[in-house]
């Protein structure tokens, strides 16, 4: 019998996250749900899919503290003894002109995007390494890939992101880690709450297939990122073709 997978998802409780838990729980990989805020979602979810007859762990953490950071490890190898595969999801967005941006929000918006996923990366890979084989996913954005305006913090730290990725894929490669990351387009999610009918159905007319993407298209392509064994390092964005590059 082939051992399960063991999954971390960072900002689980929640939209593309949340899709992904479930995605992969019913694909029968055993998920630590990782929530900050979010517990009564967390455990909404945790009990639709005891339902289904999948079991999932749910943990607490702040993933920006390098501390709550080492527990979430600690607890995910002290029930599973290994970790398989990083996705890092967690994250913030915030419209904002650039003159407006305050040094809070900045390293605010760094912190949440880009560190977070620098402490669970780096925490995880030991692990790894010692088992020669991991992957890591990391969530990004198109708006890491061409930028977005009046929302250039966002932008630099899914930038970032994906530069990490890029040089991580390098580092780790001779230990059979993959790194990758997901860049999503327009996607119907709760970060994008704010985005009215009529400026969904401006978007659309720009997407050449025409439509706004859905959480199980992300969920999916994590699902084949994990199975794959040759991708790394790349950047794949799921837009529907509204940037090509």
Excluded at 39 to 59: D, S, T, V
Excluded at 94 to 109: G, R, S, V
Aim: contains cysteine.
């Amino acid at each position: 019998m082939i051992p399960k997978k063991t999954v971390i998802v960072t900002g689980g409780s929640r939209g593309i996250g949340a899709e992904i838990v479930k995605k992969l729980a019913n694909e029968d990989y055993q998920v630590v749900l990782n929530y900050y805020q979010s517990k009564e979602k967390a455990e909404e979810i945790q009990r639709e899919l005891k339902i289904e007859g999948k079991n999932i762990e749910i943990f607490k953490a702040d993933v920006s503290r390098r501390e709550e950071v080492k527990r979430l490890v600690e607890f995910t190898l002290e029930k599973y003894k290994n970790i398989d595969v990083l996705i890092n999801n967690a994250g913030i967005s915030q419209t904002k002109l650039f003159t407006d941006i305050t040094d809070e929000d900045w390293n605010n918006m760094i912190q949440n995007n880009l560190t977070s996923a620098f402490y669970c990366s780096q925490e995880v890979i030991p692990t790894m390494i010692f088992n020669k084989k991991g992957c890591i996913i990391n969530i990004s954005s198109i708006w890491g890939m061409v930028g977005g305006s009046c929302e250039v913090h966002y932008s630099v730290s899914k930038a970032g992101l994906d530069g990490m990725t890029k040089a991580l894929a390098k580092e780790l490669g001779p230990s059979n880690i993959r790194v990758n990351s997901i860049a999503p387009g327009a996607t119907d999610t709760d970060m994008n709450k704010e985005v009215t009918s009529e400026e969904w159905e401006e978007i659309k007319e720009e997407i050449p297939l025409g439509k706004i993407g859905r959480t199980i298209d992300i969920a999916k392509c994590v699902k084949w990122l994990i199975e794959d064994e040759y991708t790394t390092g790349q950047v794949i964005s799921p837009n529907g073709g509204w940037v090509i590059v």
